[in-house]
């Protein structure tokens, strides 16, 4: 069965955007070249609605703009095809992605019992709320960085029982950004 990832930055006091305008996360070359190889288990992307909008255009501009910093990671992203969960959206200008309006669950299930490599999520953070709460993911890569927001946007409101994580790895990157991977343990 295919692996559900999730892969968000997050601040240090637990938020992963804002709820208006844009949050400047912490990452350089290291945290690039992670985000890289952690794409290179994947061929699918999974988006909620919101995050959508500036994401695949943020990231299909970066894969076409030759001297960008990040135009490796952006030439990834923009080849993998998307999944984008939406009840608004029925028309889009996006290359390479399907917009789905069904039950967010009901999808995720079928997608990972289908033949693949794994799947990546990248929010935001309803989607992510929503596969957490629903216990979907099988790993989760936070990359924490050496900021604090105050207030914003939260993953883990949906949690009610308790969510047991096994660490599978932890790094520093030398702009101050910590990876911490976890994975829920065996059944």
């Known amino acids: 069965m295919r692996k559900l990832k999730l892969q968000m930055h997050i601040s240090l006091d637990g938020y992963v955007t804002v709820e208006q ?5 912490v990452w350089d070359g290291e945290v690039i070249n992670f985000c890289v190889d952690n794409l290179n288990h994947v061929d699918m992307i999974l988006l909620g609605q919101h995050t959508a909008h500036e994401f695949i255009n943020f990231w299909d501009g ?36 399907t917009v789905v ?18 799947i990546m999520v990248y929010g935001g953070a309803m989607l992510a709320s929503s596969l957490i709460k629903n216990r979907l993911i099988d790993e989760f ?11 914003g ?21 030398d702009c101050g950004t910590v990876l911490l991977s976890y994975k829920i343990p065996e059944r």
């Open 21 to 25: 305008g844009a949050v400047n996360f």
């Open 62 to 97: 970066v894969a076409d703009t030759p001297d960008h910093p990040e135009r490796e990671l952006g030439k990834r992203i923009s080849e993998i095809p998307k999944m984008v969960f939406s009840n608004t959206v029925t028309q889009h200008q996006w290359k390479n992605t």
């Open 101 to 118: 309006s069904g039950n967010v669950k009901e999808e995720v299930n079928k997608l990972k019992k289908s033949n693949g490599k794994d």
């Open 141 to 151: 890569h936070f990359l924490f960085s050496p900021i604090c927001l105050g207030k």
């Open 153 to 173: 946007l939260t993953i883990f409101q949906s949690v009610q029982d308790t969510l047991a994580l096994r660490l599978l790895k932890s790094k520093p990157f």
